[in-house]
């Protein structure tokens, strides 16, 4: 039997309206229905919307601010249905516009310094220049050849994110969007395309600009093999982005993202993670080994170690953040950090010169001195690890004696491990809170894996064993307090919330273990409700207010939370910051 369903043979609104004798285009983007019945092909609503006028009108409602006294469908539908016309990548629709240049030409006038460039029309605009790149590459391509100003102008806005993902595709983000990829990066590297961005980086740019114009410099880092890449790679590029960098000590942001595309330089793949545009960009083959750096790309970077290493110096910093433990004077910064972060990078390169010239200069060195100054600086301590670890395997034994002998390596673990908790004795940059009792520094987790790569490694290297045999002091400690706590520290064994050893288990059956599971739900939840401050039901009010901070200074409030998070709750702080142990 069959059930009779009127609804569905109903004609749609959109027929209704183009039954009419005499009918406009406002009428037909005032339907709903109309983005339905252009993805299914609708040939009398096609039809009308091919023709160059239609075309040409869409246009305009992407491109063109409305009128101020403008009805709110003018302001906000029309745009919206037109845009969506026109990413249903309808063939003869985006064939009408590709093939009139007088189409193209009011297009791209978007672009144009003086006129608006509004958020919303901006994010419509790339949409349909995205669309184009993916349907109409030839033609677009050969457009944009043809009118290179194209370039300047959408370099001049990469400040609005939505025309920096215009660029970035166009740079090659989207390899399988050109037939002939290789002539276009090939055509890109002659232009003068790449100096226009790096320019961007300058200090007199805003913080907007300079952290689009790495994103886009790092998405041509993310094809190494690309002639593109290959000229951003070169000593004279490299120098200019440094050159940017330290330009003007209190531009933080250009510091820090001008470092952000040196450390893409020397690890594509590192930044790609982190990026909003991943995602997006499906075929950039990440899981690819890498290709070796160029160590003249190295060599452009060495000679501006000694300028990083100034900034690294906190003494003439009078800054004061508050914090649940305590004061730091003065916070860590963000630009330090990244300063850090890029010495990891670069000692993971495995570069003889550039180890030599971090030891010559005194960075490493330096940097082992924030890791005890900073104790609650998570992020620090991780890139700080990495370091040591590179130090530790480096086929030098150089770098190992600087690090183990000239910087008192265990000494200063051993130290630390000792008086675990934060004193506010001589000139400390990270001093306890008066009136509460001195908490439990933040870096024995960081402790403890080192000192476990440093008996990994002993195994191995004798020059290792004989600066560890140096110390009396360590074999007792290895011996006893780490061991013990890597037993403690052994998460197969916690049987709450963990999972237990292989051995240990001995039942067969999935419905066994359930019963006899001892998960304390609604402890674990009000544990980390009192560590971390989370509302649980997400309607209480926030308990404090912490205040506005400066753009400069966005960092502050993350190192802030950072530290609160390892002092809260009486919690020891392990590894990366998931993994936490009570220390009672």
Known sequence: MFWKLPSISASSPVEAVLDKENYSLEELLDEEEIIQECKALNSRLINFLRDKAQVEQLLRYIIEEPPNNAENKRVFKFPFMACEIFTCEIDVILKTLVDEEELMNLLFSFLEPDRSHSTLLAGYFSKVVVCLMIRKTGPLISYVQAHQHVFRQLVDLIGITSIMEVLARLVGADDHAYPNFIDVMQWLAESNLLEMIVDKLSPSSPPEV??????????????????????????????????????????????????????????????????????????????????????????????????????????????????????????????????????????????????????????????????????????????????????????????????????????????????????????QRTVPAAGKRATRVGNIGHITRIGNKLIQMAHNQSHIVACLQENHAWNEWQATVLQERNVVE???????????????????????????????????????????????????????????????????????????????????????????????
């Open 490 to 584: 052994n998460v197969n064994r916690w049987a709450c919330g963990r999972p237990t050893a292989l051995q240990d288990r001995m039942r067969d059956s999935d419905d066994d273990d359930i019963h006899d599971r001892d998960y304390d739900v609604a402890a674990l939840a009000n544990n980390l409700s009192q560590a971390f401050g989370y509302k649980i039901y997400g309607n209480e009010e926030n308990e404090e207010d912490h205040g506005g901070v400066e753009r400069d200074d966005e960092d502050l409030s993350t190192e802030k939370m950072i530290g609160n998070a390892k002092e809260s709750g009486g919690l020891y702080y392990l590894d990366n910051g998931l993994d936490f142990k009570d220390q009672q």
């Open 210 to 427: 300079h952290a689009n114009v790495a994103e886009t410099l790092c998405t041509i880092t993310r094809i190494p093999s690309s002639t593109l890449a290959i000229k951003l790679s070169s000593p004279s590029c490299v120098a200019k982005i440094l050159d940017y960098a330290l330009e003007d000590s209190q531009s933080k942001s250009s510091l820090v993202n001008s470092l952000s595309v040196c450390i893409s330089l020397l690890d594509p793949k590192k930044s790609a993670f982190s990026s909003p545009l991943f995602h997006s960009f499906r075929n950039q083959n990440m899981y690819e080994p890498l290709i070796p750096v160029n160590p003249d790309t190295i060599g452009a970077m060495l000679p501006k170690v000694g300028d990083l290493l100034v900034l690294l110096d906190v003494s003439s910093d009078d800054k004061v953040l508050p914090t649940t433990y305590g004061e730091l004077r003065p916070p860590l910064g963000k630009h330090r950090l990244k300063i850090v972060e890029f010495v990891a990078v670069l000692l993971k390169t495995r570069n003889e010169v550039a180890e030599k010239e971090l030891v010559n200069s005194g960075t490493i060195g330096r940097i082992v001195d924030l890791f005890f100054e900073y104790p609650y600086n998570n992020s620090l301590h991780h890139h700080i690890e990495s370091i040591i670890f590179s130090c530790l395997e480096s086929k030098a034994d150089v770098i190992i004696d600087h690090l183990l002998r000239d910087c008192d390596l265990i000494g200063r673990f051993l130290q630390v491990d000792k008086q675990c908790t934060l004193s506010a004795e001589g000139n």
